[in-house]
Each structure stands twice: as structure tokens, then as C-alpha cells.
């Protein structure tokens, strides 16, 4: 089964960058999708980026787009999320999450499409 270990985040000021890392292992094709997601005090679950197709191909949410770059290392079974231009509305807790059974690489910016998900790791941003 997929399993994932995340690492990363902390406290930043606006405009800085953090790079958050997500080890994966157990899934033995490309069509896993790989995700980030982030949810702030009071909010709902946000997806934020997602790499799906082996890394050819990636999706992100619009607030995010031209600042955050989801990638990943085959190699190292690891994928990551750059964050640059930080903004204190990024403040969250981020999630990384893998699923190797995700039926179109459409739904890898779902949360619903996800079983493994990593402990969580807070992002501060401060103005």
C-alpha cells in the first residue's frame, strides 16, 4: 500500500520561500497521483497542487499559480512543493498525499481521490 512521509515547513516572512518534501513508497506503476493540500484555522481542506503522469503533467489551484511548483524526484520516490512569494494568507497546515489507483489524472488536485496522507506539517507566514 502507498504510504507517504512529509517534511518541511516553518515560519517565514512574506516573500520568502519553503520547500516541503514528501517521501513515497509502496505503489509500483505511474499513475499514482501526488498531491498537496493545506487547510487553515476555520477553513476547508484546499487542494493545492498535484503531479500526476509520472510528473509530466501538474495541476494547481489558482492562488498558487506563477509562486508554488510541485515536482518530482522518481529516482528518490520523493515529490516536492516550492513555495516562493509567500503570502501570510498561505498559512496552513500542508498535507502531502499519494494514491496509485486514481482513475484520471484530473482528479489528482481531489482530495476524495487520496488514501495515504502524510501527518501534516505547519506553514507560518508572517507579514
Known amino acids: 500500500q502507498v504510504q507517504v512521509v512529509e517534511s518541511g515547513g516553518g515560519l517565514v516572512q512574506t516573500g520568502g520561500s519553503l520547500r516541503l518534501s514528501c517521501a513515497v513508497s509502496?505503489?509500483?506503476?505511474?499513475?499514482?497521483?501526488m498531491g498537496w493540500f493545506r487547510q487553515a484555522p476555520g477553513k476547508a481542506r484546499e487542494g493545492v497542487a498535484a503531479?500526476?503522469?509520472?510528473?509530466?503533467?501538474?495541476y494547481y489551484t489558482d492562488s498558487v499559480k506563477g509562486r508554488f511548483t510541485a515536482s518530482v524526484d522518481n529516482a528518490k520516490n520523493t515529490f516536492y512543493l516550492q513555495m516562493n512569494s509567500l503570502k501570510p494568507e498561505d498559512t496552513a497546515i500542508y498535507y502531502c498525499?499519494?494514491?496509485?489507483?486514481?482513475?484520471?489524472?484530473?482528479?489528482?488536485?481531489?482530495?476524495?481521490?487520496?488514501?495515504?496522507w502524510g501527518q501534516g506539517t505547519q506553514v507560518n507566514v508572517s507579514s
Open positions: 503531479i500526476a503522469n509520472g510528473g509530466s503533467t501538474t
Open positions: 498525499a499519494a494514491d496509485s489507483s486514481v482513475r484520471s489524472p484530473a482528479l489528482c488536485l481531489d482530495g476524495r481521490s487520496y488514501r495515504a
Open positions: 509502496g505503489y509500483t506503476n505511474n499513475r499514482v497521483c
